[in-house]
């Protein structure tokens, strides 16, 4: 008994606390990022290493429009709708054409796709990082800190994004088609469903929700070429976790994973507490190979 | 038929009609002898003058794409610049300098090969440049392999001219060491006795770090912690979240997008408020102000370069500098920022390594050791050369001492508030060169 409250008491709940709500909110920018990534092998097959320089071409978006309007929300909304109409473009002509081949075609194509965005993003904006004003400052006092209210923003709207999302799949006419695609290709098409339109919609939508988590999560970082490739790896680790093409399970493996390393940041240097997330990918490659989350078939 | 006859004709009259005597075909054979030979070794006179007009090969290792690369893309403007300098003025002992720039996509394996490359292959007489220390740090050996002259452009890494320094590399700015030596006193005696270091955790970081807990304490203050953040991170909160406890001040050393990163979380966590907020120039360097905005006021630095007109910078070299840097960042940023320092010590490095090749009369890799020789010791006067300042690069360990300046940022601009002079940033030499 006495040692279970000697355990309790060697508990430090101020960081526990403190580590949870950064747990979450990670979690909650990764699953943002990784929905689009999942949706987008879910549906089509193809492994987006392109998705980084989406995220990083958002928050850029972001930065243009901020500049000509003032307004972060109307750059959320406009660089989300334009990294999505680019992402539609670049499916139809890059894409599209090796649907159906060695799935190494499509990787090499999307990491071809990754540079060139790097190095455009280099060559149009230069190499100073821009800056996205917060839509608000002010923190809140949580034990020794000062913490941020846009970080709990951050966490609010992704999730407001990916419910919205998810109600869309569930109910709307084309969330309906893009579930036939995902789950019967042939007879979604034999149904009269335009899959190579629906392809072509999925890569926007993931596109935009990329570029979205760019813009929310620009304020925190500034905004550089570079910045898609700290989110990328990650994002790929929580997409194999939760399952390839499960979209739920992406969201859950992004949180899940995000919560278990600030939990063992709370003992070890958060650096080290990264190993977390790659053992569970280790594991879950030895034991549940289809995702931790993924319903059997 | 008829040129068949005409061709008979002309060689039975060469051959036959008594005109090819033995004199005449000792002659003929003599001048195709030291014509042939004329063509196969070259005269005293071809190496004399043919090499006048041949360029000097400059290699240069730069990151252009990856993560360090806007870092990378500022310090080859300074290359640049001493380069067309240099070449519009008649070049380096009368010949011009044919640049080579390799990007080695801020990775250090991809370094190695780059440098081996321009080494082999390119053949280059020098090299000039250098960006992330850990890369300078794998390629500093292939230097020292092939004997040719490395002249560090901006890798900070302490070891570079202490545990591992090379007879062939040379450092002509500013190490660690020194800027500790410069900037403790003012940290422990005018912001706060204890500190909090948060570096970046590689090897730069890591020895600035180890300069800094020492010259704190020996000037009286302490360090009573430090955390390491990964290259890179982009999330630094669950860092910088854990950093707690009774001290004055939180100390940062980081560079470009990090710099970035902590400074703008650091403010977002209330940090920078609680804590006197110092740092590393590099945090607060010209290039990363506009992403900071506001969230970087207040913050004081110490850095070899700020671009101001101001107080012993206010030089007619200076404005020349800057001026010219302006045009050409302008080109490669259409913000067009303000000089940093990378941007100064690849310039001011290039005219080093031209001022150590025309001392020694240096023609070609046979002439390294030559061209060391010419380096070690020597003395750069603040001009249009150096327009940071007077430096003197230390023959003991080819480590440069400068003037640091400290600075703090006010309404978005640098303001200098001491300007250290190199003789109170000197630190003793660690170093001791393998046998040549």
């Known amino acids: 008994m006495s040692t279970m409250l000697g355990l309790l008491q060697a508990i430090p709940y101020e960081a526990l606390l403190i580590q949870t709500l950064n747990g979450i909110v990670t979690g909650m920018i990764l699953a943002l990022i990784a929905s689009g990534l999942t949706?987008?092998?879910?549906?089509?097959d193809v492994v987006n290493f392109a998705h980084g320089e989406l995220f990083m071409f958002g928050a850029y978006m972001g930065v243009v429009v901020i500049s000509a309007t003032g307004s972060f929300w109307l750059a959320l909304v406009l660089a989300t709708l334009i990294v999505a109409l680019i992402g539609a473009a670049l499916q139809i002509t890059t894409l599209r054409p090796l649907l159906g081949r060695d799935p190494l075609t499509t990787i090499l194509a999307t990491f071809g796709i990754s540079l060139v965005m790097q190095n455009y993003a280099l060559w149009q904006f230069g190499p100073v990082a821009r800056k996205i004003p917060e839509p608000f400052s002010g923190q809140f006092t949580l034990f020794y800190l000062e913490y941020p209210w846009y970080r709990v923003l951050i966490a609010v709207l992704s999730a407001a994004i990916i419910g919205g999302f998810y109600l869309f799949l569930k109910y709307g006419t084309y969330g309906i088609w893009i579930r036939a695609t995902t789950q019967d290709r042939v007879m979604a098409e034999a149904m009269g469903i335009p899959v190579s339109w629906v392809h072509t919609a999925v890569f926007g939508i993931g596109a935009g929700m990329a570029a979205a988590s760019g813009v929310l999560f620009g304020p925190l970082v500034g905004v550089n070429h570079a910045m898609g490739l700290d989110w990328v790896l990650k994002a790929f680790i929580v997409v194999v976790v939760g399952g390839m093409g499960n979209l739920g399970g992406s969201i859950v493996a992004s949180i899940f994973i995000s919560l278990l390393e600030a939990y063992a940041s709370i003992w070890v240097s958060p650096a080290q507490a990264v190993i977390v997330s790659f053992v569970v990918l280790i594991l879950t490659l030895l034991f549940r190979p289809t995702g931790l989350f993924a319903t059997p078939k | 038929m008829t040129d068949d006859t005409k061709t008979q004709n002309w060689s039975?009259?060469?051959?036959?009609?008594?005109?090819l005597t033995r004199r005449r075909?000792?002659?003929?054979?003599?001048?195709?002898g030291a014509l042939g030979a004329s063509m196969l070794v070259p005269a005293p006179w071809q190496a004399a003058f043919g090499q006048a007009t041949k360029p000097y090969k400059i290699g240069t290792l730069q990151p252009l794409s990856g993560a360090?690369?806007?870092?990378?893309?500022?310090?080859?403007?300074?290359t640049q610049m001493a380069v067309d300098r240099i070449n519009k003025s008649g070049g380096i002992n009368g010949r011009p300098i044919e640049l080579i720039v390799a990007d080695y996509e801020s990775k250090p394996d991809v370094g190695r090969r780059k440098a081996e490359k321009l080494l082999v292959e390119d053949n280059i007489d020098v090299h000039e440049g250098g960006f992330l220390s850990n890369v300078c740090l794998a390629c500093e050996p292939l230097f020292g392999e092939y004997k040719v002259v490395n002249m560090i452009g901006v890798c900070l890494d302490t070891t570079l001219t202490t545990t591992k320094c090379s007879r062939y590399t040379f450092r002509p700015f500013d190490y660690a060491p020194a800027q500790a030596v410069a900037f403790a006193p003012y940290l422990v005696n005018k912001l706060g006795k204890t500190w909090h270091i948060a570096y970046a955790d590689y090897a730069w970081g890591q020895s600035t770090r180890d300069a800094y807990v020492q010259q704190i304490k020996k000037a009286g203050g302490d360090v009573v912690g430090t955390t390491g953040i990964p290259l890179g991170t982009a999330d630094m909160t669950p860092f910088l979240s854990k950093i707690s406890g009774n001290f004055d001040g939180l100390f940062g050393i980081f560079f470009g997008k990090d710099g970035v990163t902590v400074g703008n979380q650091a403010y977002d966590l209330g940090m920078t408020k609680k804590y006197k907020w110092a740092g590393d120039g590099a945090i607060a360097e010209s290039t990363n102000l506009p992403a900071l905005g506001n969230k970087i006021e207040g913050f004081v630095g110490i850095n070899r370069y700020v671009p101001v007109l101001e107080g012993v910078l206010n030089t007619p070299y200076h404005k020349k500098f800057m001026d010219d840097a302006v045009v050409r960042l302008k080109q490669i940023d259409p913000s067009g920022p303000l000089p940093d320092r990378y941007v100064q010590s690849?310039?001011?490095?290039?005219?080093?390594?031209?001022?150590?090749?025309?001392?020694?009369?240096?023609?070609g890799r046979e002439d390294t050791m030559k061209l060391i020789e010419a380096l070690e010791g020597l003395e750069m006067k603040e001009g249009d050369d150096f327009p940071q300042g007077d430096k003197v690069l230390?023959?003991?360990?080819h480590q440069a001492f400068i003037r640091e300046f400290l600075f703090d940022i006010k309404d978005g601009k640098f303001r200098i508030l001491e300007v250290v002079p190199k003789e109170k940033t000197m630190f003793p030499p660690d170093c001791k060169f393998a046998a040549t």
Do not use: H, P, Q
């Not at chain 2, 005219?351 to 009369?361: Q, R, V």
């Not at chain 2, 230390?394 to 360990?397: G, I, L």
């Open chain 2, 68 to 78: 360090a690369a806007a870092g990378g893309k500022t310090a080859l403007v300074g």
């Open chain 2, 346 to 363: 690849n310039y001011e490095a290039m005219n080093a390594l031209k001022i150590g090749m025309e001392k020694s009369g240096f023609r």
């Open chain 1, 39 to 44: 949706l987008i092998f879910g549906i089509m």
């Open chain 2, 12 to 19: 039975e009259e060469f051959w036959y009609r008594g005109k």
């Open chain 2, 394 to 397: 230390r023959k003991e360990d």
């Open chain 2, 25 to 32: 075909l000792i002659g003929y054979g003599t001048a195709a």
